[in-house]
Structure formats: structure tokens, C-alpha cells
């Protein structure tokens, strides 16, 4: 397993358990890119998201609490999911008629969501903005706290001895012209079977992978901030024009995100910070007397149709879990079900849009993030 963010140690957990021998290999800390960065919404609906994916992140979504627990008795880390709903708020008429035909949709396919008039958003969430018209309520998303999901993660792998060699430098991927041999990296070559790239933003970058079967991933920046808020100032996932506000149980209040073309910058930039204020302010004038308490920015793996690649690629025994985007949180669970499942050789016929293969081969060789990228 090449990345130990979310999404390689959630397929490292899912095979080991399935009674794998699991090796995670990561360039940087575990955990510690777009895993440590994200929000943790889980919001295949208010996303707006459709087809094949969102029935995808749909069914991830319905894994969570089951996921949560097993991770939580395994290794001891409650890693808190709220499913307590996101309310999508509206400040002007076009928004209002938007958020009405969306609930009025969710609604007809039995998902529970309903639209609320000014009166009945402010008796939920007061600190609103007085010029709020409506908002949308999808009751069945919510958040999890990714840096704790990240923990849980770690520890649950470590109690089924899964190790994790964590700055390992970069390493590059061994194949002859059928298969893969294995990984190399400054520590040697360790041979493998199966080998899984699940190294987000430079999963593109994997140095050794035949033309065929490389994807092109691209890093999308994205900034964030957290206020220092008093508890239930805010009460549940707010998502409001140019900002999303997430409550968190230790008192932050996460404000994200930007959404940025920058390469692999990770830079705090005051436009970055200014954006993220101006919207968070908007929605919730209060928010201005409260501090700041922290800052920082992430890299997204983004792909040219906006979907994840999952799955075996043209060279055989090497799959890739990556190009995830906004929605690496909320895939973890089945994504790492789906992989797992494609090591295995089961076939998902529902899945067949995120094929590595469905990329044509020029695209493979046209896309270069450069060998110092590599993992």
C-alpha cells in the first residue's frame, strides 16, 4: 500500500482483516495531507453530486456508523460522527427556488430532506445572518472528524499488526511488462503481489509505472481556517455561499474551502484567508469577535472528469485508489470495501465508471507532474 492517508489506511484495515498481509508505505506522515486537512463532511446530496458517483458516495455514506464503531472497538479511538444533518442556506430568490427544487427531488427518491423558511432556519441555527431567506435540510449527512478518523485508522491497523513505514522518501513502483514485482524505495525493494497506490495528490507522480497505467491525478489547493467559538454557537455543518462552517466538540469552528489551482503550494495566503472570512462573516455576522485560532491548507487529488479511479489498471496486480477530490472523507469505507474487493478478484459491475483504464492512453503519457513529485 502506497499512501497512508484515509483512503490507504482504510483499504490497508479492510484487507487485513479480510486476513491480508498488509505493508503501508508513506513518503510524508500518515494522515498528515488532504486526510489532516478536509472538514470531514459527509454530504453526497448537498454536493449536488450525480449518477454512478453519487450513488457511490451514498452507499459510503450508509457504511459510516458501522465503520466508526468497528474502528472505535478495535482501537480505542472514537473518531465522532455526527448525522445530524447539513443546512444549505439561501440569501436571495434564485438560491431559494434552487434549494426548493432540490429538496423537492431528494424528497421524491425517499431521502430525507425538507425546505425551511427563514423563521423555522433561524429557530435552529440563530446566529444566522439577518438577511437569510431559507435553507435546505439533507437529515441524513453530517461530518466526522477526519484528524481523529485518521487516528482511529492508525491505531486500528496497528492492532491487526499492519506496519506503517511513515517518511519513507520516495519510492517508485517495480513492474516487468505484465505485472507488478513490487516497490522500491531508499530502505530497498519490497516484493508484492498486489500494490495499491492510495498516495492522493501525487498518486499521478508515481515514478515506475508503465505509461499505460499511469492517471492523471492533479493537486486542487485548498484552504482553511478555525475560529474559536463558544460551544453550540453553531449547532450542525452549515453551508453557506463561498464557505462551508463545520462544528467541532472541542469548540473550533472550521471554515473551508478555497479551491485552488497552485500546483503542490500549500501556502496560507491572505486572498486565501480574506475569501473564507468575507463568506463565514456573511453568513453569521457574529463570527467577527471571535479569534482565529488556526490556519493551513491541503492538497486534493482532482482527475479530468472529477471522478475517483478505483481499481486494477492495464498492468496486472496494480490497482489505484485516488482522484477522490472533495470526497475523499466520505469514500473511505467503501472505497476500502471496493479495493479490497478488486485484490480479491471480485468484480463491482457498478463501479465501472472509475476504471484507471477508462483514461485513453495519450492522456496517460501527456500528463507529467514531474519525477520530484513522486512518492
Same mark, same amino acid.
Given at each position: 500500500?502506497?499512501?497512508?492517508?484515509?483512503?490507504?489506511?482504510?483499504?490497508?484495515?479492510?484487507?487485513?482483516?479480510?486476513?491480508?498481509?498488509?505493508?503501508?508505505?508513506?513518503?510524508?506522515?500518515?494522515?498528515?495531507?488532504?486526510?489532516?486537512?478536509?472538514?470531514?463532511?459527509?454530504?453526497?446530496?448537498?454536493?449536488?453530486?450525480?449518477?454512478?458517483?453519487?450513488?457511490?458516495?451514498?452507499?459510503?455514506?450508509?457504511?459510516?456508523?458501522?465503520?466508526?464503531?468497528?474502528?472505535?472497538?478495535?482501537?480505542?479511538?472514537?473518531?465522532?460522527?455526527?448525522?445530524?444533518?447539513?443546512?444549505?442556506?439561501?440569501?436571495?430568490?434564485?438560491?431559494?427556488?434552487?434549494?426548493?427544487?432540490?429538496?423537492?427531488?431528494?424528497?421524491?427518491?425517499?431521502?430525507?430532506?425538507?425546505?425551511?423558511?427563514?423563521?423555522?432556519?433561524?429557530?435552529?441555527?440563530?446566529?444566522?445572518?439577518?438577511?437569510?431567506?431559507?435553507?435546505?435540510?439533507?437529515?441524513?449527512?453530517?461530518?466526522?472528524?477526519?484528524?481523529?478518523?485518521?487516528?482511529?485508522?492508525?491505531?486500528?491497523?496497528?492492532?491487526?499488526?499492519?506496519?506503517?513505514?511513515?517518511?519513507?522518501?520516495?519510492?517508485?513502483?517495480?513492474?516487468?511488462?505484465?505485472?507488478?514485482?513490487?516497490?522500491?524505495?531508499?530502505?530497498?525493494?519490497? /516484493? &508484492?503481489?498486489?500494490?495499491?497506490?492510495? $498516495?492522493?495528490? #501525487? *498518486? +499521478?507522480?508515481?515514478? %515506475?509505472? =508503465?505509461?499505460?497505467?499511469?492517471?492523471?491525478?492533479?493537486?486542487?489547493?485548498?484552504?482553511?481556517?478555525?475560529?474559536?467559538?463558544?460551544?453550540?454557537?453553531?449547532?450542525?455543518?452549515?453551508?453557506?455561499?463561498?464557505?462551508?462552517?463545520?462544528?467541532?466538540?472541542?469548540?473550533?469552528?472550521?471554515?473551508?474551502?478555497?479551491?485552488?489551482?497552485?500546483?503542490?503550494?500549500?501556502?496560507?495566503?491572505?486572498?486565501?484567508?480574506?475569501?473564507?472570512?468575507?463568506?463565514?462573516?456573511?453568513?453569521? /455576522? &457574529?463570527?467577527?469577535?471571535?479569534?482565529? $485560532?488556526?490556519? #493551513? *491548507? +491541503?492538497?486534493?487529488? %482532482?482527475? =479530468?472528469?472529477?471522478?475517483?479511479?478505483?481499481?486494477?489498471?492495464?498492468?496486472?496486480?496494480?490497482?489505484?485508489?485516488?482522484?477522490?477530490?472533495?470526497?475523499?472523507?466520505?469514500?473511505?469505507?467503501?472505497?476500502?470495501?471496493?479495493?479490497?474487493?478488486?485484490?480479491?478478484?471480485?468484480?463491482?459491475?457498478?463501479?465501472?465508471?472509475?476504471?484507471?483504464?477508462?483514461?485513453?492512453?495519450?492522456?496517460?503519457?501527456?500528463?507529467?507532474?514531474?519525477?520530484?513529485?513522486?512518492?
Amino acid at each position: 500500500m502506497i499512501g497512508a492517508g484515509l483512503i490507504g489506511l482504510g483499504i490497508a484495515y479492510e484487507l487485513a482483516r479480510r486476513g491480508a498481509d498488509v505493508r503501508v508505505i508513506d513518503a510524508r506522515e500518515p494522515g498528515g495531507a488532504a486526510s489532516w486537512a478536509g472538514a470531514g463532511m459527509l454530504a453526497p446530496y448537498t454536493e449536488s453530486i450525480a449518477g454512478p458517483y453519487e450513488a457511490f458516495c451514498a452507499r459510503s455514506l450508509a457504511l459510516y456508523p458501522a465503520f466508526v464503531e468497528e474502528l472505535r472497538e478495535r482501537g480505542g479511538i472514537d473518531a465522532r460522527l455526527r448525522l445530524d444533518g447539513i443546512l444549505e442556506v439561501a440569501y436571495d430568490r434564485g438560491e431559494v427556488a434552487r434549494l426548493r427544487g432540490r429538496v423537492e427531488a431528494l424528497a421524491a427518491r425517499g431521502i430525507a430532506a425538507r425546505y425551511l423558511d427563514r423563521e423555522a432556519t433561524l429557530r435552529l441555527e440563530p446566529a444566522l445572518g439577518g438577511d437569510i431567506l431559507g435553507a435546505a435540510l439533507c437529515e441524513a449527512e453530517g461530518c466526522v472528524d477526519n484528524r481523529r478518523l485518521g487516528r482511529a485508522l492508525r491505531a486500528a491497523c496497528a492492532a491487526l499488526d499492519v506496519p506503517i513505514d511513515a517518511h519513507a522518501g520516495d519510492v517508485a513502483l517495480e513492474a516487468d511488462a505484465r505485472r507488478v514485482l513490487g516497490v522500491r524505495g531508499p530502505a530497498g525493494f519490497v /516484493p &508484492a503481489t498486489h500494490v495499491v497506490n492510495a $498516495a492522493g495528490a #501525487w *498518486a +499521478g507522480a508515481l515514478a %515506475g509505472v =508503465p505509461a499505460s497505467s499511469r492517471v492523471p491525478i492533479v493537486p486542487v489547493k485548498g484552504q482553511m481556517l478555525a475560529l474559536a467559538m463558544p460551544r453550540a454557537f453553531v449547532h450542525r455543518t452549515l453551508w453557506a455561499p463561498g464557505a462551508y462552517l463545520v462544528p467541532r466538540d472541542d469548540g473550533r469552528l472550521l471554515v473551508g474551502a478555497t479551491v485552488e489551482d497552485a500546483g503542490f503550494d500549500v501556502r496560507v495566503t491572505a486572498r486565501g484567508v480574506r475569501a473564507l472570512l468575507d463568506a463565514a462573516l456573511r453568513a453569521l /455576522p &457574529a463570527l467577527g469577535d471571535l479569534a482565529v $485560532a488556526e490556519t #493551513w *491548507a +491541503g492538497l486534493r487529488p %482532482g482527475s =479530468p472528469d472529477g471522478l475517483p479511479f478505483l481499481g486494477e489498471t492495464a498492468t496486472s496486480g496494480y490497482f489505484v485508489a485516488a482522484g477522490h477530490y472533495r470526497n475523499g472523507i466520505l469514500l473511505t469505507p467503501a472505497t476500502a470495501v471496493a479495493i479490497a474487493d478488486a485484490v480479491e478478484g471480485k468484480r463491482d459491475a457498478s463501479l465501472a465508471a472509475f476504471s484507471p483504464q477508462r483514461v485513453p492512453a495519450g492522456e496517460h503519457a501527456a500528463h507529467d507532474l514531474g519525477a520530484k513529485e513522486a512518492v
